[in-house]
């Protein structure tokens, strides 16, 4: 059977961006009963840069389960757990460690871009920067082979699949080459912030979180960056890179016209006015809050009824992790008698 593993950062509630980059897939993909599937909340890679702060790291431990929950991520079909009560990760990452250069991570894409977003300067935490690595260990230890993520994540998966490769060409074949799988279209990929920047990102202030009140989404849409050469009703207007036109690329169907705006049959009629004139962002901007409610109510109302069961939740992420825990100590037992360190099984410490 094939076996998916992803996780994120507790870090902040999760929003729109992850919905539609990552957990509206991840809820088809454990559905389809095909897979075995692991969610990891990476409260450790959190840590690597956040060691300042953990109690912004444990509190958003159980706000990440909730949105989980609420997205649809169901306890009995896929195994969610807390990374850092798996100690064999830590384990793996030791190893795994002698098998990758300093030269090798200092190249890394997605390392290198997170060090200048944090102006980490010379003084970057070697957790930090290692993080690929433990990254690696992660997804190896459920022997996952499917490892669904943003772009941005494209190339740890390819640090894990040169470890996976090395080691298993150093030792014995015991690991699994895992396939980042990415979200289908591009605006899934990457959902621009409501002020129109290159990403929803907590850090930049311009997200629509999964746990926002009907009236915040309202306001949030009402606010939003639309095209700046747009000024009035009549003037012709671009729907290319306007944020209010890739939401509504990236969520609404058919029958929401029919719903909210019956004036028009598809988000293709709707455009051509908008380029065509005589359209006005209000018009647009109320008919996306509509989309958006619609798609986001059930979500919050689930969410809210979990938030009055914490020890539930708290219940779920133990077993998850103990579950997890299982799984990953039979991985990092081959791994140790792959490279001869399992010593005290069997007695090829002492035979010569
Ligand atoms: N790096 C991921 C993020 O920032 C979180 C993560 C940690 C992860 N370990 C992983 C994702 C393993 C996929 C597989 O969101």
């Known amino acids: 059977m094939d076996t998916i ?41 959190a840590l690597t840069d956040n060691a300042d702060d953990i109690n912004k790291v444990r509190n958003n431990i159980s706000e990440v389960a909730l949105d989980y929950l609420a997205c649809g991520l169901d306890p009995q079909k896929s195994t969610i757990f807390i990374q850092s009560q798996i100690p064999e990760l830590c384990e793996l990452t030791f190893y795994y460690m002698n098998l990758v250069t300093v030269a090798r991570l200092q190249r890394n894409p997605t390392v290198k871009n997170e060090i200048q977003l944090r102006k980490f300067n010379q003084s970057i935490p070697t957790g930090f920067f290692t993080y690929p690595i433990s990254q690696a260990a992660d997804i190896t230890a459920f022997k996952a082979n499917i490892v669904p ?32 799988v990415l979200p289908e279209n591009s605006i899934c990929s990457r959902l621009p912030g409501l002020d129109g920047a290159a990403k929803m990102s907590k850090s930049l202030g311009n997200c629509i979180f999964l746990s926002d ?20 009703v009549e003037d012709p207007g671009h ?34 006015h908008y380029q065509r004139g005589g359209l006005g962002d209000g018009t647009v901007k109320k008919f996306l809050n509509e989309v958006l409610q619609n798609e986001l109510k059930p979500i919050r109302e689930k969410r809210e009824l979990l938030s009055n069961d914490l020890p539930y939740i708290f219940d779920m992420l133990k077993q998850g992790s103990e579950q997890a825990r299982e799984t990953a100590a039979k991985t990092l037992d081959e791994v140790k008698t792959a490279m001869g360190i399992n010593y005290f099984k069997g007695n090829s410490l002492i035979t010569k």
């Open 5 to 45: 593993l992803t996780g994120d950062r507790p870090t902040g509630k999760l929003h729109l961006g992850h919905y539609v980059g990552s957990l509206k897939r991840r809820v088809e993909l454990q559905n389809s009963g095909k897979y075995q599937t692991y969610i990891m909340i990476a409260d450790a890679q």
């Open 149 to 180: 993520v943003g772009e941005d994540q494209l190339p740890m998966i390819e640090q894990a699949r040169e470890i996976v490769r090395s080691f298993n060409n150093l030792y014995k074949e015991v690991l699994i080459e895992p396939k980042a």
């Open 239 to 272: 729907t290319e890179n306007n944020p209010v036109f890739i939401y509504l690329d990236a969520f609404c169907k058919n029958e929401h016209f029919a719903a909210f705006l019956p004036a028009y049959q598809n988000l293709d009629e709707l455009k051509a």
């Open 213 to 232: 009140s009907s009236a915040d989404i309202k306001k949030k849409v009402q606010s939003m960056f639309t095209d700046p050469t747009h000024l009035r």
